[in-house]
């Protein structure tokens, strides 16, 4: 089926991994409000939304190693990154009640997703705006450096901090889902309207 090249999105991605993306930003963000509206949560019920977040962060990095139009190595460091993550998810669930032990854990894993986030976009040739793929690798970087270092000693106040972070991540990953090329029926309006709305009579013209 042909596809038409939408303003703003780039062609990195094989077409249907905009459905992975926006679902895992959109799961992202789930996780992150419950993580902040639910105050009294147990101790084992935030070790495993906790988890999850890592889970998250790995599907995002299996989805970029298996889906991005990168090179091997790319690919390889991004599916390193992802096993890494499920290894502190399954950490976050067994942490025996230690919040200093889930911020590690949790600052851990964003900070190796930031890493190797800004490296894939610094390496990666004629990647389209990579500047702002380093910029959210960097950001990701330093939302996992003040969870690792921030002096927290309460499961209210790490879920706070995770929460927050983690409706960023999501955000960033849904904003992504709204730029990467689709077939033509999918729709070929751009944004939020085009992942949702019904499909632009012609097609925009190529921005990037």
Same mark, same amino acid.
């Given at each position: 089926?042909?596809?038409? &090249?939408?303003?703003? &999105?780039?062609?990195?991605?094989?077409?249907?991994?905009?459905?992975? @993306?926006?679902?895992?930003?959109?799961?992202?963000?789930?996780?992150?409000?419950?993580?902040?509206?639910?105050?009294?949560?147990?101790?084992?019920?935030?070790?495993?939304?906790?988890?999850?977040?890592?889970?998250?962060?790995?599907?995002?990095?299996?989805?970029?190693?298996?889906?991005?139009?990168?090179?091997?190595?790319?690919?390889?460091?991004?599916?390193?990154?992802?096993?890494?993550?499920?290894?502190?998810?399954?950490?976050?669930?067994?942490?025996?009640?230690?919040?200093?032990?889930?911020?590690?854990?949790?600052?851990?894993?964003?900070?190796?997703?930031?890493?190797?986030? @800004?490296?894939?976009?610094?390496?990666?040739?004629?990647?389209?705006? @990579?500047?702002?793929?380093?910029?959210?690798?960097?950001?990701?970087?330093?939302?996992?450096?003040?969870?690792?270092?921030?002096?927290?000693?309460?499961? @209210?106040?790490?879920?706070?901090?995770?929460?927050?972070?983690?409706?960023?991540?999501?955000?960033?990953?849904?904003?992504?889902?709204?730029?990467?090329?689709?077939?033509?029926?999918?729709?070929?309006?751009?944004?939020?309207?085009?992942?949702?709305?019904?499909?632009?009579?012609?097609?925009? &013209?190529?921005?990037d």
């Amino acid at each position: 089926m042909p596809t038409f &090249r939408v303003a703003g &999105r780039t062609d990195v991605f094989a077409g249907d991994a905009w459905q992975m @993306a926006c679902v895992i930003g959109c799961s992202s963000i789930s996780v992150g409000v419950v993580l902040l509206v639910w105050p009294d949560k147990s101790v084992q019920i935030t070790e495993l939304l906790l988890g999850v977040t890592l889970f998250l962060t790995a599907a995002w990095q299996l989805t970029v190693s298996f889906r991005a139009r990168i090179n091997g190595l790319l690919k390889a460091l991004e599916f390193l990154s992802a096993v890494l993550s499920v290894v502190l998810g399954v950490s976050c669930l067994h942490s025996g009640d230690s919040v200093a032990l889930l911020a590690m854990w949790i600052g851990m894993g964003w900070m190796i997703r930031g890493i190797v986030q @800004a490296i894939v976009a610094a390496w990666s040739q004629n990647l389209p705006k @990579a500047g702002r793929r380093e910029g959210y690798g960097l950001i990701t970087l330093l939302a996992g450096a003040v969870v690792l270092v921030w002096p927290i000693d309460t499961i @209210a106040a790490l879920s706070v901090l995770v929460g927050v972070g983690l409706m960023l991540l999501g955000a960033m990953e849904i904003r992504l889902a709204t730029r990467i090329r689709r077939h033509a029926g999918d729709g070929d309006q751009v944004g939020v309207h085009g992942l949702l709305g019904p499909r632009a009579e012609r097609p925009a &013209r190529v921005t990037d």
